[in-house]
């Protein structure tokens, strides 16, 4: 399956943003869809996941309360709604798809999108 991020950008700290990531060449349904962000020099750190049904989700403690994932199987796509966003919440943001709930090791990667907040 073939991911690709959108919807980063340059916000105020405070503002919200909405992440998508649209799946092709592939069957979206069948994977636990997840996100991550990554600041330059440092390792990538999981933010979220959600199971193929949508019924399950896991967030990082850091953005529990903030962030929602969400996704929809009929248009492929996976969703990551930002709320209250902070500085610290800068780097590029990733999807990735995988099989099991949670995921050991995800297969597929998009190629980010960077998402600013400025203070």
């Known amino acids: 399956v073939q991911l690709e991020e959108s919807g980063g950008g340059l916000v105020q700290a405070g503002g919200s943003l909405r992440l998508s990531c649209a799946a092709s060449s592939g069957t979206f349904s069948i994977y636990t869809m997840g996100w991550f962000s990554q600041i330059p020099g440092k390792d990538r750190e999981f933010v979220a996941s959600i199971d193929w049904k949508g019924a399950s989700t896991f967030y990082a403690d850091s953005v529990k309360g903030r962030f929602t994932i969400a996704r929809d199987n009929a248009k492929s796509t996976l969703y990551l709604q930002m709320n209250s966003l902070k500085p610290e919440d800068t780097a590029v943001y990733y999807c990735?798809?995988?099989?099991?709930?949670?995921?050991?090791?995800?297969?597929?990667w998009g190629q980010g999108t960077q998402v600013t907040v400025s203070s």
């Open positions: 990735a798809a995988g099989r099991g709930f949670p995921v050991s090791d995800y297969d597929y």
